[in-house]
């Protein structure tokens, strides 16, 4: 399924909630896997300001939240009754897919509990994905927003 909405930060909290709602269909359909979400747009479009609505629908405080462009990957206890573990991804630096595997995302991949967002996917080799949302910039104040899934989840 693909859905478009043109949003400001005030409203992607209800965009997060949505994301919840499909991730939780996905833990239900019984995958034995981290749930992925891959997030891709330019500098600027919204990615990291979403990633901290959804840890805040995951139970995370959103002033914990940061870009973890030069760490790469940061990770988070979450109070949600599914998902345990929030881990942000943020490709932007790399320059070869081979790169990510400083990410060590095998281990993460197994935890069901788990939700893996990415920050620029296209940098790395594919990872399987549950949700894609493409963010684009349409002016000051607000975005579109192509969210992605399946519809059977």
């Known amino acids: 399924m693909k859905e478009v909405f043109i949003l400001g930060e005030e409203d992607l909290g209800e965009l997060a909630s949505k994301v919840t709602a499909v991730l939780d269909r996905v833990y239900e359909k019984g995958e034995d896997r981290a749930s992925v979400i891959l997030l891709e747009g330019d500098l600027g479009a919204g990615k990291t300001t979403f990633t901290k609505s959804l840890a805040s629908a995951l139970g995370i405080p959103q002033e914990e939240v940061h870009s973890p462009t030069f760490i790469l990957k940061k990770e988070y206890r979450a109070s949600h009754p599914r998902f345990k573990r929030l881990i942000h991804v943020d490709a932007y630096r790399f320059n070869t897919p081979q790169e990510a595997k400083v990410l060590r995302l095998e281990e993460d991949m197994k935890d069901k509990q788990a939700v893996i ?29 192509t969210l992605s899934y399946e519809e059977d989840h």
């Open 117 to 145: 967002v990415v920050e620029w996917p296209s940098k790395m080799k594919p990872l399987p994905s549950d949700i894609s949302l493409l963010f684009t910039v349409e002016d000051e104040r607000s975005r579109e927003i």
